[in-house]
T-cell receptor, first 112, second 113 residues
Framework: GENVEQHPSTLSVQEGDSAVIKCTYS??????FPWYKQELGKRPQLIID?????GEKKDQRIAVTLNKTAKHFSLHITETQPEDSAVYFC???????????FGRGTSLIVHP | IAGITQAPTSQILAAGRRMTLRCTQD?????MYWYRQDLGLGLRLIHY???????GKGEVPDGYSVSRANTDDFPLTLASAVPSQTSVYFC????????????FGSGTRLTVV
C-alpha cells in the first residue's frame, strides 16, 4: 500500500519568513495530493491540492509543488503570519474511491 | 445542517460501556470515513464506506463497528470501550468524483476511564 512520510514534524519560524513542509510517497499510481490545515481544537480543512498532471499550484501565500519522478511534494508558505500556526497534513491518493494516505503532520509555529 | 455534523462533541465513558458516535452529512457524498487522531500518530483510518450499504476496514478497526444504512448517516460504535480508545474521532466525507478532497466533521473528544 501507499506510504507517506512527512517532514519536519515541528517547524518554528519568525513572522514574515517562509515555511516549507515536505512529503514523500511510495505508490507511483497516486495522482492526487491534498494539504490540510488543522488549527488547535478544530477540524482539518483542505487548503490546497494538486493533481499529477500539474507541477505547481499557487493560492495567494501558499503553493504546492510536485515532483512525480522523485515522488515528493511540498507545501510552501510565504510571508508567514501568526494565524498560519497550525498542524499541516499532507496526503496522497489514487483518486476516485481510493482512500488517501495521510502523513503524520507538521506542527508549524509562527512567532510574532 | 450544513456540511457534516458529529455528536456528541465530547464524552467521558466508563470502560466496558457501549458508545455510538454519530455522523451525518447533507452533501449527498457517497464516501464516508472515520478517523481517530492521537498525538504524534496523525490521522488513522478506522472504517470507511464508499457507498450506502457497504463498509470496509481501515488501519485500526479492532474494537469498532460501523453501519451505512443510507447516504447521510455513518455511526461508529464502540461495543465495549477500553482506555486505549481515548482519542479525538473525526468523521469525514467525500464525493470521490469532481473533487477528491475530504470534508471533516468537528470531531468528538472521547475519554474512556
Amino acid at each position: 500500500g501507499e506510504n507517506v512520510e512527512q517532514h519536519p514534524s515541528t517547524l518554528s519560524v519568525q513572522e514574515g519568513d517562509s515555511a516549507v513542509i515536505k512529503c514523500t510517497y511510495s505508490d507511483s499510481a497516486s495522482n492526487y495530493f491534498p494539504w490540510y490545515k488543522q488549527e488547535l481544537g478544530k477540524r482539518p480543512q483542505l487548503i490546497i491540492d494538486i493533481r499529477s498532471n500539474v507541477g505547481e499550484k499557487k493560492d495567494q501565500r501558499i503553493a504546492v509543488t510536485l515532483n512525480k519522478t522523485a515522488k515528493h511534494f511540498s507545501l510552501h508558505i510565504t510571508e508567514t503570519q501568526p494565524e498560519d500556526s497550525a498542524v499541516y497534513f499532507c496526503a496522497a491518493s489514487k483518486g476516485g474511491s481510493y482512500i488517501p494516505t495521510f502523513g503524520r503532520g507538521t506542527s508549524l509555529i509562527v512567532h510574532p | 445542517i450544513a456540511g457534516i455534523t458529529q455528536a456528541p462533541t465530547s464524552q467521558i465513558l466508563a470502560a466496558g460501556r457501549r458508545m455510538t458516535l454519530r455522523c451525518t452529512q447533507d452533501m449527498r457524498h457517497n464516501a464516508m470515513y472515520w478517523y481517530r487522531q492521537d498525538l504524534g500518530l496523525g490521522l488513522r483510518l478506522i472504517h470507511y464506506s464508499n457507498t450506502a450499504g457497504t463498509t470496509g476496514k481501515g488501519e485500526v478497526p479492532d474494537g469498532y463497528s460501523v453501519s451505512r444504512a443510507n447516504t447521510d448517516d455513518f455511526p461508529l460504535t464502540l461495543a465495549s470501550a477500553v482506555p486505549s480508545q481515548t482519542s479525538v474521532y473525526f468523521c469525514a466525507s467525500s464525493d470521490g468524483s469532481a473533487s477528491y478532497g475530504y470534508t471533516f466533521g468537528s470531531g468528538t473528544r472521547l475519554t474512556v476511564v
